[in-house]
């Protein structure tokens, strides 16, 4: 398995695989993104003897003010998305791919690593990024339907 930049002539790969992410019904709210929706986004994918099996992906910012992790104007970097197909799941796929946006972030100067994290199955959600990846967490945004 190879963690590499996403090639321009990939678009359309992933934004198949981001189809099939929507299709699995994972997650509230998540809508297909277009070919053209990538083009201009540093996409890290996981290549499989030259299939993609798995992508992720998001950019840098500030901090727009002082925060309990992060003080004002502190670089960030904020992940986006990521997915790996349902058949190569714990297998560490996705696992690489954090490692890898963690260390470009990092490489580039960003102090905190973010990402808003959506998934009907939570608990499997907080395992994946809190107690295997070591991510804080900080807050959760609720919701309960009221009709």
Do not use: W
Request: net charge positive; with cysteine.
């Amino acid at each position: 398995m190879k963690i590499r930049f996403a090639k321009k002539t990939e678009l359309k790969d992933i934004s198949n695989l981001n189809s099939i992410f929507v299709k699995e019904n994972c997650c509230n709210n998540i809508v297909a993104d277009s070919e053209e929706y990538y083009a201009n986004k540093k996409i890290l994918v996981a290549d499989l003897n030259g299939k993609i099996v798995g992508y992720a992906y998001g950019d840098f910012s500030k901090e727009t003010s002082t925060r309990s992790y992060a003080k004002a104007n502190d670089k960030l970097f904020e992940l986006e998305e990521m997915y790996v197909l349902p058949e190569f799941r714990n297998l560490g796929v996705g696992q690489k791919l954090f490692k890898h946006i963690e260390m470009y972030a990092k490489h580039n100067g960003a102090k905190t690593l973010r990402l808003n994290a959506v998934s009907k199955n939570y608990k499997s959600l907080l395992n994946f990024y809190i107690d295997i990846l070591g991510m804080e967490f900080i807050s959760a945004y609720l919701i309960k339907k009221l009709d």
